[in-house]
């Protein structure tokens, strides 16, 4: 087996992969983009296997950590159980350290693959079904922001806006060019923006889908507020549509935006996709993270993580006048399996459920230093699919 980087000439051979495995119908131009490389797998000089990673950063304490995005993960079913898949995600790990992603998610169709590389669940994906009647229940804003539709030239303002809000919610995505290109917003069905003083305060891109009845339905992907009464203009705009359909998709970006303001009923229809996270480097990401404010200390660490041996066996994290940093050496008094990085880094799981699930062992009270860093903000959200 020839694992090698991806090239235009394997659009053929990709696009039959591709097709079979997720009954692919539009044929790309080309596989080499910006803000994206890939990764195929030979056999005999045939492509047997092909992996994407698209360049990503994601917001974790206020800072954004680059990220690789795997995805189109495909196998020719004639060489499936020949480890070509495990293969193509031990190169993959180099390669995106080699590209300074210190992090990679992925969303798996299967669990038990990405497992056995060090991937775990660490967030969520999340759409709700609002019926008509609950979005109604919403209170009205007390200051009615005039909302118009987005120009080209909001573009950089829209992104800003965004920007303000996803940084507070770990996990989020920054959406970075090239691999995120702003333009396409604009393709949206709606795209209306509330102005504000100094930018934006907030904006909202939805698509009329069928779906839902004889009329369809809309699908609002970002509804972005900075405050309060942006979000509840927004929320508002959205009341507008009641006659014409009984329920709205919204695509959760802000929490606070269902759980806090909206009249949600004890039960209601969710669609959620969990992603896992591995850490790539830990040196380098616990470097590029924003962590919650300690005092100085300490953990010993010992992690397990035969594939990715860079920074496996003895480390030590250390807090030091309000910095991070991790160094080799140490007790090893923590043991930390490379699975349970992912969760720990995200904040999605704190020590003891690390311990229940057998991927940390060592005293509790040498791990409390995990959990203080990492707090606890909530849970980990993306708000894009790759």
């Not at 992907?221 to 009341?239: H, M, P, R, T, Y």
């Not at 209601?268 to 616990?286: I, N, Q």
Request: hydrophobic fraction near 45%; proline fraction near 6%; glycine fraction near 10%.
């Amino acid at each position: 087996m020839h694992i090698r980087e991806i090239a235009d000439d394997d659009i053929e051979a990709v696009f039959r992969l591709v097709k079979l495995a997720f009954n692919a119908s539009e044929r790309p131009d080309r596989l080499v983009r910006p803000g994206t490389h890939g990764l195929v797998a030979e056999i005999d000089g045939r492509v047997a296997g092909v992996l994407r990673i698209g360049e990503y950063a994601q917001f974790y304490g206020g800072a954004a950590v680059p990220m690789g995005g795997i995805g189109g993960v495909a196998v020719d079913g004639a060489h499936r159980g020949r480890g070509i898949a495990n293969a193509l995600l031990d190169a993959a790990l180099t390669t995106m350290r080699e590209h300074g992603q210190p992090l990679s998610v992925l969303y798996a169709t299967v669990p038990t693959l990405y497992r056995g590389r060090g991937w775990e669940r660490a967030g969520l994906f999340e759409w709700v079904e609002l019926p008509m009647d609950r979005l109604l229940a919403v209170p009205r804003p007390t200051e009615l922001i005039p909302s118009r539709p987005a120009e080209e030239s909001d573009l950089p303002a829209l992104h800003e806006c965004y920007l303000e809000v996803a940084r507070t919610i770990d996990g989020m995505a920054d959406r970075r060019p090239p691999r995120i290109d702003a333009t396409k917003v604009l393709e949206m069905d709606l795209v209306s923006v509330l102005p504000g003083p100094s930018g934006l305060r907030g904006y909202l891109t939805a698509k009329r889908e069928p779906g839902g009845g004889d009329m369809g339905r809309l699908k609002v992907f970002d509804l972005i507020g900075a405050d309060v009464e942006a979000q509840l203009n927004l929320l508002a705009s959205l009341k507008s549509w009641a006659g014409t359909l009984d329920t709205v998709d919204l695509r959760i970006s802000d929490p606070a935006t269902l759980n806090l303001l909206g009249a949600t009923p004890m039960r209601y229809s969710v669609s959620t996709s969990t992603w896992m996270l591995r850490v790539v480097d830990l040196p380098a990401a616990v470097a590029a993270r924003g962590w919650m404010r300690v005092a100085n200390a300490a953990v010993d660490l010992e992690i397990v993580d035969e594939h990715a041996p860079w920074h496996a066996g003895l480390q030590r994290i250390v807090v030091e006048d309000g910095v991070v940093r991790v160094e080799p050496g140490g007790t090893g008094a923590v043991r930390l399996h490379a699975r349970a990085l992912g969760p720990w880094f995200s904040g999605a799981q704190n020590t003891h459920a690390l311990r229940r699930a057998g991927l940390l062992e060592g005293d509790p009270a040498d791990a409390v230093v995990l959990d203080q860093l990492a707090g606890a903000s909530g849970v980990p959200r993306l708000a894009d699919f790759f």
